[in-house]
């Protein structure tokens, strides 16, 4: 496991590792002969299967987003020659301004993923920062209780954690959730952040020690910019975790003025406020699929370093 | 597993402390060592330093362990409250008739006792097991193909990579809401293009057969977690230092005598890891079949967390569904454990 640790970093990045790239020249450099007719040629094929094979995982969502334009009533009867023409954003205006206000729901999931996020990425700063460069007993026991709770599914506390939240007065309420969701992102982003402290060159922190400054001075002014990738990573893995999470937030909260969007959309699939209505749970799906395609795309490099390190971990 | 994760972690912190020590002058690592080795030495310690006349030395090391102590307890806190309690507090509540509501009394192993002639419970982890059988090797294989697929930096695999990725970013909840809509009889997509093209019915009802539901909860899995699979081998593959593969191909072995013979041995660690992860996974399922079948036709869909759930909300009896969840506890476990151990073994 130790050459995994070691090496990690370096491979993740996946659009700057060297080695592949290399063996491709090399590869393509070792038969002089009918290089280009050869290379773009296999370069059209390529990019033809790649096409062909990202159609799979992209086509059913991209669907998924012209179905929920679509009336009601084409979504819940068989197509016809219409189904394709008549496009509409119906289904988006009953949901906002319905019985069902997904808005709140909408901004109950925001709240809690953007707490998330922010608790988190604190926490996991301050952690990473005192196991990475202060030296102290009980250090790498500290930091394997942390690990324990990567480790512990919180499918498997679910109960206990129940009546916990309950006597602390958390039960129904966005914060319980968000001090929740923290917990079980915690590992993956103390273990990122600890990685990030330890890449700055120990002179800099040396200097700023020497020169006088503070623990929270070092921090605050020497150390930020270094481990902002950190920082983006840790909070990026625990917005989306919270923002898609559904069994925790279908336990803890029962007020449905609090529901967290995957929630209330399961509402509107057994038709709790009425009748089943497949063009609002479409429309509803598609909001909240939108923010994390939006969020993941723009830093979909922090993302999966968090994701290799957090597999790496477990 | 943990343990491993420790000595590493040892070992690594021992390598950066001696190399930022040696530009300190030395002494404060071998201080460190002390210090970390045995925890009860600090007088030999302060007279060494007082010889010396080091002790900036160790009020410089006291503030450090005091700052670092401050510095990861809210992270402690966490864990500890949210995550370590709750799991002894788990097995102390299985240990009772705990009601949501009301008085509860010790009632011993009773819980446990009542599990085993309990079918649905039973029959879910049965269930359970078939199910993450099922998915495993598909979402391996494909996973591993796909990585292969896209592991070089060839112009477009960057695209294909975050393509190939967004139905894991999206997140099977959001998903499964699409697929109940889309597996409608009469009106869903699937039905719609299957019948098309003369597969099946335009009236089959997808989710109400056991058989059918499982089938088509286990495609949607495959397809939403293969990119995931993909990205974690991937990472491995360009982990492998290349020149293995330069000697190899002077020797003249082919593609695939390099793929099997080198690649897929050198990738063993990571091939355990994301087959752990997929297979704690797949045990720990809960979303899809509540939002698709609800555990239904009867209970023949039932996951194991799902009948957790279903004990501790709308039954109430929180003491037994503590049990269960004990049972899960050790299930994952022993589930980890034996993978990893069979996996690390071939590997040393």
Same mark, same amino acid.
């Given at each position: 496991m130790s050459t995994v640790h070691s090496h990690q970093d370096s491979s993740v990045r996946t659009g700057t590792s060297g080695g592949p790239a290399a063996r491709a020249t090399r590869r393509s450099s070792?038969?002089?002969?009918?290089i280009s007719s050869g290379r773009s040629g296999r370069h059209a094929w390529y990019i033809a299967a790649g096409a062909a094979i990202s159609v799979v995982f992209v086509v059913p969502l991209a669907w998924e987003v012209f179905r929920s334009l679509e009336p009601e009533s084409a979504v819940s009867s068989a197509p016809t020659s219409q189904t394709f023409t008549h496009l509409t954003f119906a289904n988006y205006q009953t949901l906002v301004s319905?019985? /069902? /206000?997904i808005i709140r729901n909408v901004m109950n999931s925001l709240i809690v993923a953007i707490l998330t996020a922010a608790i988190t990425s604190l926490i996991a700063v301050l952690a990473g920062y005192g196991f990475a460069l202060f030296r102290f007993r009980g250090s790498g026991v500290a930091f394997g209780l942390v690990l324990l709770a990567f480790m512990i599914p919180f499918q498997a506390v679910l109960t206990p954690l129940f009546l916990e939240l309950h006597f602390m007065h958390l039960l129904n309420s966005l914060i319980g959730l968000a001090l929740f969701y923290t917990t079980f992102n915690l590992p993956v982003g103390v273990y990122v952040m600890r990685n990030s402290f330890r890449q700055i060159p120990g002179e800099l922190v040396d200097a700023a020690k020497v020169d006088g400054a503070s623990v929270t001075a070092t921090l605050v002014s020497v150390l930020r910019p270094l481990i902002l990738p950190g920082i983006a990573t840790t909070a990026l893995y625990a917005f989306l975790f919270s923002w898609t999470e559904f069994l925790g937030a279908l336990s803890f909260v029962t007020n449905d003025r609090l529901f967290t969007l995957p929630v209330a959309l399961s509402n509107a699939e057994t038709g709790t406020y009425g009748a089943v209505n497949y063009g609002l749970l479409l429309a509803g799906s598609v909001i909240a699929m939108v923010p994390c395609i939006i969020v993941y795309v723009a830093l979909q490099r922090y993302y999966v370093r968090g994701l290799v390190s957090g597999a790496l971990k477990g | 597993m943990l343990e491993r994760k420790q000595n590493c972690l040892q070992e690594s912190r021992g390598q950066g402390l001696l190399g930022r020590d040696r530009e300190a002058g030395g002494y404060a690592g071998a201080t460190m060592t002390v210090t970390g080795q045995a925890e009860s030495q600090p007088p030999i310690l302060t007279r060494l330093r007082v010889g010396r006349a080091r002790s900036p030395a160790s009020a410089q090391a006291r503030r450090d362990t005091r700052t670092g102590l401050v510095l990861v307890t809210p992270a402690l806190a966490f864990v500890i409250i949210f995550a370590l309690f709750p799991l002894g507090f788990g097995v102390y509540i299985s240990l009772t008739n705990w009601p949501l509501i009301g008085a509860y009394h010790f009632i011993g192993l009773a819980n446990y006792q009542s599990l085993l002639h309990n079918s649905v419970f039973l029959q879910s982890i049965v269930f359970t097991l078939k199910y993450t059988g099922i998915v495993t090797i598909p979402i391996f294989v494909v996973g591993y193909a796909l990585a292969v697929f896209v592991r070089?930096?060839?112009?477009g695999t960057t695209v294909f990579r975050t393509l190939i990725f967004l139905p894991y970013i999206v997140g099977l909840v959001t998903e499964s809401y699409m697929a109940v809509v889309e597996l409608q009889?009469? %009106?869903g997509s699937v039905n719609y293009v299957l019948s098309k093209a003369g $597969?099946? %019915?335009? &009236? &089959?009802?997808? $989710?109400?057969?056991t058989g059918l539901a499982v089938t088509v909860i286990c495609v949607l899995v495959v397809w939403f977690y293969s990119g995931f699979a993909m990205m974690l081998l991937m990472a491995g593959m360009q982990n492998i230092p290349q020149d293995i593969y330069e000697s190899a191909r002077v020797d003249g072995a082919s593609w695939w005598a390099a793929e099997r013979k080198l690649t897929f041995p050198l990738l063993r660690r990571w091939i355990a890891l994301s087959l752990i992860i997929s297979v704690v996974g797949s045990f720990l399922a809960f979303n899809q079949f509540f939002i698709? &079948?609800?555990?239904g036709p009867g209970t023949s869909t039932v996951t194991v967390v799902m009948s957790i759930y279903d004990t501790a909300f709308p039954q109430m009896d929180v003491g037994l569904a503590s049990a269960m969840s004990v049972v899960l506890v050790i299930v994952v476990g022993l589930i980890t454990f034996v993978q990893f151990h069979y996996l690390q073994r071939d590997t040393d």
């Amino acid at each position: 496991m130790s050459t995994v640790h070691s090496h990690q970093d370096s491979s993740v990045r996946t659009g700057t590792s060297g080695g592949p790239a290399a063996r491709a020249t090399r590869r393509s450099s070792s038969q002089p002969a009918t290089i280009s007719s050869g290379r773009s040629g296999r370069h059209a094929w390529y990019i033809a299967a790649g096409a062909a094979i990202s159609v799979v995982f992209v086509v059913p969502l991209a669907w998924e987003v012209f179905r929920s334009l679509e009336p009601e009533s084409a979504v819940s009867s068989a197509p016809t020659s219409q189904t394709f023409t008549h496009l509409t954003f119906a289904n988006y205006q009953t949901l906002v301004s319905g019985q /069902d /206000d997904i808005i709140r729901n909408v901004m109950n999931s925001l709240i809690v993923a953007i707490l998330t996020a922010a608790i988190t990425s604190l926490i996991a700063v301050l952690a990473g920062y005192g196991f990475a460069l202060f030296r102290f007993r009980g250090s790498g026991v500290a930091f394997g209780l942390v690990l324990l709770a990567f480790m512990i599914p919180f499918q498997a506390v679910l109960t206990p954690l129940f009546l916990e939240l309950h006597f602390m007065h958390l039960l129904n309420s966005l914060i319980g959730l968000a001090l929740f969701y923290t917990t079980f992102n915690l590992p993956v982003g103390v273990y990122v952040m600890r990685n990030s402290f330890r890449q700055i060159p120990g002179e800099l922190v040396d200097a700023a020690k020497v020169d006088g400054a503070s623990v929270t001075a070092t921090l605050v002014s020497v150390l930020r910019p270094l481990i902002l990738p950190g920082i983006a990573t840790t909070a990026l893995y625990a917005f989306l975790f919270s923002w898609t999470e559904f069994l925790g937030a279908l336990s803890f909260v029962t007020n449905d003025r609090l529901f967290t969007l995957p929630v209330a959309l399961s509402n509107a699939e057994t038709g709790t406020y009425g009748a089943v209505n497949y063009g609002l749970l479409l429309a509803g799906s598609v909001i909240a699929m939108v923010p994390c395609i939006i969020v993941y795309v723009a830093l979909q490099r922090y993302y999966v370093r968090g994701l290799v390190s957090g597999a790496l971990k477990g | 597993m943990l343990e491993r994760k420790q000595n590493c972690l040892q070992e690594s912190r021992g390598q950066g402390l001696l190399g930022r020590d040696r530009e300190a002058g030395g002494y404060a690592g071998a201080t460190m060592t002390v210090t970390g080795q045995a925890e009860s030495q600090p007088p030999i310690l302060t007279r060494l330093r007082v010889g010396r006349a080091r002790s900036p030395a160790s009020a410089q090391a006291r503030r450090d362990t005091r700052t670092g102590l401050v510095l990861v307890t809210p992270a402690l806190a966490f864990v500890i409250i949210f995550a370590l309690f709750p799991l002894g507090f788990g097995v102390y509540i299985s240990l009772t008739n705990w009601p949501l509501i009301g008085a509860y009394h010790f009632i011993g192993l009773a819980n446990y006792q009542s599990l085993l002639h309990n079918s649905v419970f039973l029959q879910s982890i049965v269930f359970t097991l078939k199910y993450t059988g099922i998915v495993t090797i598909p979402i391996f294989v494909v996973g591993y193909a796909l990585a292969v697929f896209v592991r070089a930096n060839r112009p477009g695999t960057t695209v294909f990579r975050t393509l190939i990725f967004l139905p894991y970013i999206v997140g099977l909840v959001t998903e499964s809401y699409m697929a109940v809509v889309e597996l409608q009889p009469s %009106s869903g997509s699937v039905n719609y293009v299957l019948s098309k093209a003369g $597969l099946v %019915s335009d &009236t &089959t009802a997808w $989710l109400v057969h056991t058989g059918l539901a499982v089938t088509v909860i286990c495609v949607l899995v495959v397809w939403f977690y293969s990119g995931f699979a993909m990205m974690l081998l991937m990472a491995g593959m360009q982990n492998i230092p290349q020149d293995i593969y330069e000697s190899a191909r002077v020797d003249g072995a082919s593609w695939w005598a390099a793929e099997r013979k080198l690649t897929f041995p050198l990738l063993r660690r990571w091939i355990a890891l994301s087959l752990i992860i997929s297979v704690v996974g797949s045990f720990l399922a809960f979303n899809q079949f509540f939002i698709m &079948t609800d555990g239904g036709p009867g209970t023949s869909t039932v996951t194991v967390v799902m009948s957790i759930y279903d004990t501790a909300f709308p039954q109430m009896d929180v003491g037994l569904a503590s049990a269960m969840s004990v049972v899960l506890v050790i299930v994952v476990g022993l589930i980890t454990f034996v993978q990893f151990h069979y996996l690390q073994r071939d590997t040393d």
